[in-house]
C-alpha cells in the first residue's frame, strides 16, 4: 500500500504532480490602478529547496506570495503549483493544493480568541475527518516539533513572547504535514539569539521532513545559514537566483549595496563560521 503524507489522502497524490518544480511563475504581472508591482516576473522553485526571496521595501515581495497561495489573481501570467495551474484549478484540486502547503504570515495571524493547541489545530478539523480529540493529540506533536514546551498549547498568543509566537505559527503552518511551506519575515521582530534559534529549527525540519521553502526575509544571517538559493526583486521583475555567496559577484546595484554593505560582511563572516 502506498504511504502518503498524514493529512493528504491518496486523491490529493493523484491530483497533484510528484515531480518535477515546486512553483513555475512565468510572465507575472501585478498592478494597482497604475501602479506596477511585477512585469514579466518568471521563477521557479525546486523540489526539496529553500528558497529566500529578498528585494527592497515595496518590491512586491509579499504581494508575489499573496498571488501563489490565491490571495491575488494576478493581472497577466501564469502560476502553477505541483502541476497545476491556478487560474485553471478546479475547486478540487484547489482543496488539494492548501492541504500540500503552509503558511506562516509575517505577524503570526494566530487567532487571539484561540489557544495555541486550538490554533494548531484548526486546519486539521477545517481539512480533514479528524476528530477534536486526535486533532488537538496531533497539535501537541506540531507544537513539541516547533520547539515549544507543551505547556504553550493552553495559552492564548497574548501570553507568549514573539518568538514563541513566531513557533506558534510555524506550528499551525505544519498542521496538515505540508509539502511547501511559505514563510513572511519569519525571523522579523526578534532579538538575534531568538532569530539564530529559529534559523537552526528550520533547518532541522527542512532536513528531517523534506520540505520546500519560500522563504520573505531581510535578514543576512538566515541567507547565508539557511537557504540553498536566494530570488532578488527589483526592477519589477527576478533579476537574479542564485546561491547567496555567488550573487555577492553581481554587478547589479541593489544586490551589491545589499550583500556588499557592512552587515553584509558580517553576515557572511558568521556564516563561514559555522559552514562545516
Not at 532541522?204 to 521532513?209: G, M, P, Q, T
Request: aromatic share 4%; hydrophobic share 40%.
Amino acid at each position: 500500500m502506498k504511504e502518503t503524507r498524514p493529512g493528504r489522502n491518496a486523491t490529493d497524490e493523484e491530483l497533484l504532480e510528484q515531480e518535477g518544480p515546486a512553483i513555475i511563475i512565468e510572465g507575472l504581472c501585478t498592478r494597482f490602478g497604475d501602479h506596477v508591482v511585477h512585469e514579466n516576473l518568471d521563477l521557479t522553485v525546486r523540489r526539496g529547496e529553500v528558497l529566500g526571496i529578498v528585494g527592497g521595501s515595496g518590491s512586491g515581495k509579499s504581494v508575489l506570495l499573496n498571488s501563489i497561495i490565491g490571495l491575488r489573481e494576478p493581472d497577466a501570467g501564469s502560476i502553477t503549483v505541483f502541476g497545476q495551474q491556478l487560474e485553471r484549478a478546479s475547486r478540487r484540486r484547489w482543496s488539494a493544493l492548501e492541504r500540500s502547503w503552509g503558511v506562516l504570515f509575517q505577524g503570526g495571524a494566530l487567532f487571539s480568541n484561540l489557544t495555541i493547541r486550538e490554533n494548531v489545530a484548526a486546519p486539521m478539523l477545517e481539512h480533514t475527518r479528524l476528530s477534536r480529540q486526535d486533532a488537538h493529540e496531533l497539535a501537541d506533536l506540531k507544537i513539541a516539533m516547533a520547539g515549544l514546551r507543551p505547556e504553550a498549547g493552553s495559552l492564548k498568543p497574548s501570553e507568549l513572547s514573539g518568538g514563541m509566537r513566531k513557533r506558534a505559527g510555524l506550528a499551525r503552518a505544519l498542521a496538515l504535514d505540508p509539502e511547501l511551506v511559505f514563510l513572511d519575515e519569519p525571523t522579523a521582530g526578534l532579538d538575534p539569539i531568538g532569530a539564530a534559534a529559529f534559523d537552526e529549527l528550520l533547518k532541522d525540519l527542512c532536513d528531517s521532513l523534506d520540505l520546500t521553502v519560500f522563504m520573505i526575509t531581510h535578514d543576512l544571517d538566515s541567507l547565508y545559514k539557511v537557504t540553498d538559493r536566494v530570488a532578488v526583486i527589483a526592477d519589477k521583475t527576478v533579476v537574479a537566483v542564485a546561491p547567496v555567496r555567488e550573487l555577492e559577484h553581481s554587478e547589479h546595484p541593489w544586490i551589491q549595496e545589499y550583500l556588499l554593505g557592512e552587515r553584509g560582511r558580517a553576515a557572511r563572516g558568521r556564516g563561514r563560521g559555522s559552514e562545516g
